[in-house]
């Protein structure tokens, strides 16, 4: 048998990546989750895409009936076919009933036996290719011990296997969390989770926590649930894509801002713009934007802090008609939301326009409602490092900003990934002839040299221009610098 019919894919976006194909035929695999984290919507689309494929299903519910299933389907915009047969448990009383067509009785109203007999006889009638039984707590509570319990799943996973099935086996963990009885039994186990935060929507991520004779994605994947079903976001692993590209030296466009950096930044290397709020970190990397738009390259800019309408008018008046470029289609713009977005999503996103927009420039402005949307800094390097190299191993230069606290003197950064980027760009404030002025430095350039020198560099109608450096001044990077010459060096200067 070929692999690609080993395997029987679920049909969720992202989920079949993780699983390397989807589940393996013929054998039987748990979904555990609590309720409402989405375990009938990922069976319930497993079945689907076994219908789209022409295979019989069976949905064995034990605690839902199949109206609520139905209903539930229809929410995503989904019409279980005649592929899928729905089995619900229903009470005795209905059994009285003639024009009753179940013939399954609901499970707290029979012994355990009886209803494992009404399980088989469904299947023998069916003759399903997947099933989905939801959920193995009713069975637990019937069981009543866990020995007794564990020989019925193994019973029925005995069963299942002379048919040929794939089985999804649903727990919703209400029943003895601490039983993991059905784990050693199940072929594989998929752990789902949702993960209230303080402020916001639920997030919700799952893992693969076994999976017998395949490989799989380990770690944790966000995923969410919208009209249409789960998206799962598997966790981005940069060692998995390399791809070969001509590295050169990019011009800034401002013959000043190029010597500083030694003839400009290099393809597919990461840039940081530091500095506190207000110096200017937007549009430098837009200086870098344009740049690379007027050398025919294609820009995706990732905006977390400043609304879209508001970023337009103020570069428009500053020579920047971002809305005409974004219009052309060389600039693609993503206003993203820090409290509804999970990191998964968001690195999607970034190697989504990379991958079909032919991105050649990526901006993220800023890292610091990056981090808003993944407030543990550990995890944060970790995400940032993946797709820096993702990025850079596909040729793209990156450019990040980040606010750092406070104005002057003794400035820190909410998080530290000056280590992790190829190039870091300093932004200061400081004060000279009784004006505030802006200084900018290079203070690391993996590749090739760079001036040493701070600059004062200062935001006009024009654009961004640079001055000479300021080689008569000590202390600008405190914030407090000491005058020891002449002031010709400055811009827009008061003698």
């Given amino acids: 048998m070929s692999g690609a019919t080993t395997m029987a894919k679920t049909g969720i976006p992202g989920l079949d990546d993780v699983l390397s194909g989807g589940f393996s035929r013929g054998h039987v695999f748990l979904v555990a989750g609590e309720p409402g984290t989405g375990k009938t919507t ?63 009785l609901y499970s707290s109203d029979l012994e355990l036996g009886e209803t494992t007999r009404q399980i088989f006889d469904t299947i023998e009638r069916v003759q ?73 929507p639920e997030r919700r991520r799952l893992r693969v926590l076994k999976y017998r004779a395949q490989q799989y994605r380990g770690g944790y ?11 799962v976001f598997p966790r981005l692993v940069a060692a998995e894509f390399r791809k070969p590209f001509a590295r050169t030296l990019l011009s800034t466009g401002l013959r000043e801002f190029d010597s500083l950096l030694g003839g400009g930044i ?32 294609r820009v995706a800019l990732f905006v977390f802090d400043e609304e879209l309408g508001l970023l337009f008018d103020r570069t428009k008046v500053l020579g920047m008609d971002l809305e005409g470029l974004q219009r052309r289609g060389d600039l693609i713009i993503h206003q993203i939301d820090a409290s509804e977005l999970s990191p ?46 993702f990025l850079n191993r596909h040729g793209v230069s990156t450019f990040m900003t980040v606010a750092q606290h ?25 004060e000279a002839h009784g004006k505030v002025r802006r200084a900018i430095s290079v203070i690391k350039k993996r590749s090739g040299f760079h001036e040493t020198t701070l600059r ?5 109608k024009r654009g961004l221009s640079l001055g000479e450096p300021l080689d008569e001044f000590q202390g600008v990077l405190r914030g407090v610098p000491v005058f020891t010459g002449g002031s010709g060096q400055l811009q827009g200067k008061d003698k």
């Fill in 42 to 104: 990922l069976a319930l689309q497993f079945l689907l895409q076994g219908a789209e494929a022409g295979e019989r299903s069976l949905y064995v519910a034990l605690s839902e009936t199949a109206e609520e299933l139905r209903q539930g389907a229809a929410s995503h915009g989904w019409t279980l076919s005649d592929e899928i047969e729905i089995f619900e448990l229903i009470p005795p009383e209905s059994l009285l009933d003639p024009d009753q067509q179940q013939s399954l």
């Fill in 128 to 200: 399903p290719a997947r099933v989905v039984l939801d959920s193995l707590s009713e069975i637990r509570l019937l069981a009543q011990s866990s020995l007794r319990y564990r020989r019925q799943i193994l019973a029925l996973k005995h069963y299942f296997a002379r048919f040929g099935a794939t089985v999804l086996l649903l727990d919703d963990l209400t029943v003895e969390d601490a039983d993991k009885t059905v784990y050693s039994i199940a072929h594989g186990v998929v752990r789902l989770e949702e993960l209230a935060q303080s402020y916001g």
């Fill in 221 to 231: 994947h966000d995923f969410m649930i919208k009209r249409g079903g789960l998206i």
């Fill in 266 to 297: 290099d393809s597919g290397s990461s840039t940081l713009i530091l500095g506190p709020a207000g110096t200017g970190k937007s549009l430098i990397t837009l200086t870098f934007a344009t740049a690379a738009i007027s050398r025919g390259d």
């Fill in 344 to 389: 998964g999503e968001f690195s999607q996103r970034v190697c989504g326009s990379v991958a079909n927009d032919e991105v050649r420039t990526v901006i993220i402005d800023s890292l610091n409602g990056y981090q808003a949307a993944m407030p543990e800094e550990n995890a944060l390097i970790l995400h940032i490092h993946e797709l820096l190299q």
């Fill in 406 to 430: 406070g104005l002057i003197e003794d400035m820190r950064s909410p998080v530290d990934i000056t280590y992790l980027a190829d190039t870091v760009i300093l932004l200061r404030y400081f």
């Fill in 456 to 460: 004062e560099f200062r935001i006009e």
